[in-house]
């Protein structure tokens, strides 16, 4: 239980937080206004790509705004890659940052796939990777299912035995390198049955009692979210059991885990969709080498690439801490921040 003071009166939260007031929507136009374009090399998970400048990016269409209003982002496929060099992509992180209290509201139409391609939605703190990452959206090849996962310093361990529809993995050490993943297994979370459905949402809720991800395909979307718009507050109360919930318990969430970035990216190949072994898993017969590089990056970009595109609606942000009455007296609360701070069982 938190206590808010505020004009004088006592308000008791005794469950953790439902209502949240929009930051901002990224989309359309402006979409691209408030991201930051990496370019340069994917030092980060090795892949075979240049991550290119947003004039690059623009010049190439590889991040542009498409006639129905969608934000898209893809890999090249149009330049036939000679051996040796890197083919084209695309890597944008937030300018804004947010903190625990936030929640990341993520609807799109499509996710990038195919053999060497591994997309991501994700956050992460200044000094990655020591402050805590989020992946909410990350597959590889020809998986056929999302998966999440935290990636923490020592001390942080997630639990097969927690309220969550998707399936924790081998891995409960958050600090080793699969960090701590959660296999989605509702239907139709990645690939082409993710855009055959119609696309579908993710929401992230960042909050000092716990990191709690959902997804919905599209016909599942709940209310709350098909009536909001890009400048409503959301009630997430019927929301129900998180696909991937990370509680406090047995990661606190405060101590590893600084304000985030949101990060969107498509490598190819490199440190886990380039390993032989997994890249053979899905795609063994997809090249005549059965090599990821020779067989996908070098070569003409199409079809290989058709399908290695994000194409996304909105995405929205949200904060808890403005949900309370918007007065003055509110902000100088000593145990204002607390009030993120519970969460009961769904
Ligand atoms: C959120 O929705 C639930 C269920 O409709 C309702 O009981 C609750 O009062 C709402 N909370 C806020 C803060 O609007
Ligand atoms: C990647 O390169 C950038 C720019 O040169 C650098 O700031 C960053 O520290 C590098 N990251 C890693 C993980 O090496
Ligand atoms: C492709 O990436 C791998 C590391 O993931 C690296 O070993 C290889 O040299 C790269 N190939 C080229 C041509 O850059
Ligand atoms: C969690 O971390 C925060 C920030 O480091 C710290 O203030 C708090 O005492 C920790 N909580 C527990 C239960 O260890
Ligand atoms: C590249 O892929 C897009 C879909 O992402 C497709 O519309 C286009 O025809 C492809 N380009 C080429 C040159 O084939």
Not at 141 to 147: A, D, E, G, I, P
Not at 233 to 254: D, L, R
């Amino acid at each position: 239980m938190s206590v808010l003071l505020f004009s004088g009166t006592l308000f008791l939260f005794l469950s953790r937080v439902v209502a949240y007031n929009i930051i901002r929507e990224y989309a359309g136009s402006t979409f691209f206004d408030r991201w930051d374009f990496y370019g340069g090399l994917d030092n980060l998970t090795l892949g075979n790509v240049t991550w290119v400048s947003r004039s690059d990016a623009t010049s190439q269409s590889l991040a542009y705004v498409n006639s129905e209003g969608h934000v898209i982002i893809k890999v090249d496929n149009t330049t036939n890659v000679p051996s040796g060099q890197n083919r084209n992509s695309v890597r944008i992180t937030t300018q804004d940052t947010y903190d625990l209290g936030s929640l990341w509201i993520i609807d799109l139409n499509h996710i990038p796939f195919g053999c060497s391609v591994w997309p991501a939605f994700w956050s992460f703190g200044p000094n990655w990777p020591d402050d805590g990452e989020i992946d909410i959206i990350e597959a590889i090849n020809m998986m056929t299912n999302n998966q999440m996962a935290i990636h923490t310093t020592p001390g942080c361990t997630h639990s097969d035995n927690v309220d969550q529809l998707g399936v924790t993995g081998s891995t409960i050490d958050c600090s080793l390198a699969p960090g701590c993943v959660v296999t989605e297994i509702s239907p139709n979370s990645y690939q082409t049955s993710f855009s055959e459905a119609g696309g579908g949402v993710w929401a992230t809720q960042f909050d000092s009692s716990g990191i709690f991800i959902w997804f919905w395909s599209r016909p599942d979307i709940p209310p709350s979210i098909t009536q909001a718009t890009s400048t409503s507050s959301i009630n997430i109360s019927q929301w129900g059991t998180p696909h991937a919930s990370y509680f406090s318990a047995t990661c606190n969430i405060s101590q590893f885990f600084t304000p985030q970035n949101l990060v969107l990216d498509i490598t190819l190949c490199g440190d886990w969709a380039g390993v032989p072994s997994i890249y053979e898993s899905t795609c063994a017969n997809s090249g005549p080498t059965g090599l990821c590089y020779d067989d996908c990056v070098v070569g003409p970009g199409s079809p290989r690439f058709d399908n290695a595109y994000f194409d996304i609606s909105y995405i929205r942000t949200y904060t808890s801490a403005s949900v309370v009455p918007s007065t003055t007296q509110i902000s100088t609360s000593p145990n204002f921040r607390a009030a993120s701070g519970q969460r009961t069982a769904l």
